[in-house]
Structures are given as C-alpha cells and as structure tokens.
C-alpha cells in the first residue's frame, strides 16, 4: 500500500471516528437534556399549585380584612395575609420565568449560567420563606380565632406576645443552625440545609448538566 493511499486512509477513518463521537455526544447530551427538563417539571408544577394558593390566600384575606376595617389588629393580620399570599405568587412566578429562560438548544455553559441564576435565587427564596416563615402562622391563629368570633388579642393579649416571643426564638433557631452548618466538620449538615433549600429538582439538573460538560471536554 503506497503512502499516500495510507493517509488517505487514516484520514477517511479519523473522519469516521470523529463522526461517532459527535454522534456519541449528541446521543448522551440529549438523553441528559431530557432528564433535566424531566426533573424540573415538578418544580414547575409545585410553582403552578403555588400561584393558585396564594391567589386564594389574598381573596380570602381581601374579604376577611375588607370587613374589619373598624377594626384596626385585626385589619393587619388580614392584610399581613394578603401580602403574604402576593409574595407565594410573586416568588413562584419568578420561578417560572427563570426555569422559562432555560433554553437546551444553547451551549452547556449557557444552561448551567442560568440554572445557576435560578440555584441563587432558591437559595434567597429559602431565606426569605425561612423568616416570614417563623411569624405569619401568627396572623392566621389570629384570624382563624376571629372568623369563630373570639378575639385573642382583646381577651388575652398575653398569648399574642408569646406568639411573638415564640416567633423571634424560631428566627433565632434557624439563624443559629444556618451558622452553625458553616463551621469546619458540618458538611454534611450544610448539604443537608443546602439540598432542602434548593431542592432536588434543581440540584439533579445542574450535576447532570456537569456530566455533559466533563463528556464535551473528553
């Protein structure tokens, strides 16, 4: 075989080879991009539910306060649960727009980039849920209370003062393990913090979306 029919050859099974592994690629890119957009629907569809709740809250709450107007504690833990229902919503559509802005056409590096976006804004959202989390159970006791016609705060204003004690002590507990996580030897903790604050259906994405980018770089 003369030297010139070799090259041409090895050039023609280089060709073959490069073939196959752009097909291989591909191949494992869009079985991986598909399990992504799988393990996120759940979050979409949790968002989805999220919107209806909160839209709920506030007429619900838009009633309640609506009819206490002369009625000025009682006018606020309504309207504390009508913002609170105004924030369900706005932060679930956050959410949707940021997993909308996803586009698995684009370069691995984009997708990561955005998910990244929305890791961050999970992580805000935690904390955010976290605070208003350990106080707006207090405006709903109260209400439910007041829809049965007693008035706690009227009646027995101390109880309310425990239930802001009890508020402020939960904030001071979350606060405490969220420092506590970051000290040397918790890792597994601060996994534990960090996973539930994400959530699986934006972790799995982005460590499958780590995969393809280590397959590309091969």
Same mark, same amino acid.
């Given at each position: 075989?003369?030297?010139?029919?070799?090259?041409?050859?090895? +050039?023609?099974?280089?060709?073959?080879?490069?073939? +196959?592994?752009?097909?291989?690629?591909?191949?494992? !890119?869009?079985?991986?991009?598909?399990?992504?957009?799988?393990?996120?629907?759940?979050?979409?569809?949790?968002?989805?539910?999220?919107?209806?709740?909160?839209?709920?809250?506030?007429?619900?709450?838009? =009633? @309640?306060?609506?009819?206490?107007?002369?009625? @000025?504690?009682?006018?606020?833990?309504?309207?504390?649960?009508?913002?609170?229902?105004?924030?369900?919503?706005?932060? =679930? =559509?956050?959410?949707?727009?940021?997993?909308?802005?996803?586009?698995?056409?684009?370069?691995?590096?984009?997708?990561?980039?955005?998910?990244?976006?929305?890791?961050?804004?999970?992580?805000?959202?935690?904390?955010?849920?976290?605070?208003?989390?350990? @106080?707006?159970?207090?405006?709903?006791?109260?209400?439910? @209370?007041?829809?049965?016609?007693?008035?706690?705060?009227?009646?027995?204003?101390?109880?309310?003062?425990?239930?802001?004690?009890?508020?402020?002590?939960?904030?001071?507990?979350?606060?405490?393990?969220?420092?506590?996580?970051?000290?040397?030897?918790?890792?597994?903790?601060?996994?534990?913090?960090?996973?539930?604050?994400?959530?699986?259906?934006? !972790?799995?994405?982005?460590?499958?979306?780590?995969?393809?980018?280590?397959?590309?770089?091969?």
């Amino acid at each position: 075989m003369e030297l010139d029919e070799m090259k041409r050859v090895w +050039q023609s099974l280089n060709q073959r080879m490069e073939q +196959q592994h752009a097909l291989s690629l591909r191949l494992f !890119r869009d079985g991986r991009l598909e399990k992504v957009n799988r393990r996120l629907r759940p979050l979409r569809w949790g968002q989805r539910f999220q919107i209806v709740c909160g839209g709920l809250l506030m007429l619900l709450s838009a =009633a @309640f306060w609506s009819d206490h107007t002369d009625n @000025f504690h009682l006018m606020v833990d309504g309207l504390m649960l009508h913002a609170y229902g105004l924030l369900l919503v706005l932060t =679930a =559509a956050r959410n949707l727009y940021l997993q909308s802005r996803l586009d698995f056409a684009a370069p691995v590096v984009e997708i990561q980039k955005r998910l990244a976006t929305l890791w961050v804004w999970r992580l805000r959202e935690a904390v955010l849920y976290g605070v208003t989390g350990c @106080f707006i159970w207090i405006p709903l006791v109260l209400v439910l @209370f007041a829809l049965v016609g007693a008035d706690v705060w009227v009646y027995v204003p101390s109880i309310v003062v425990s239930f802001l004690a009890s508020g402020v002590a939960c904030l001071g507990v979350m606060y405490g393990l969220i420092r506590w996580s970051q000290l040397p030897g918790h890792a597994r903790l601060r996994a534990v913090l960090l996973d539930s604050s994400i959530g699986r259906s934006v !972790r799995d994405p982005q460590s499958m979306l780590d995969e393809i980018a280590r397959f590309e770089q091969a």
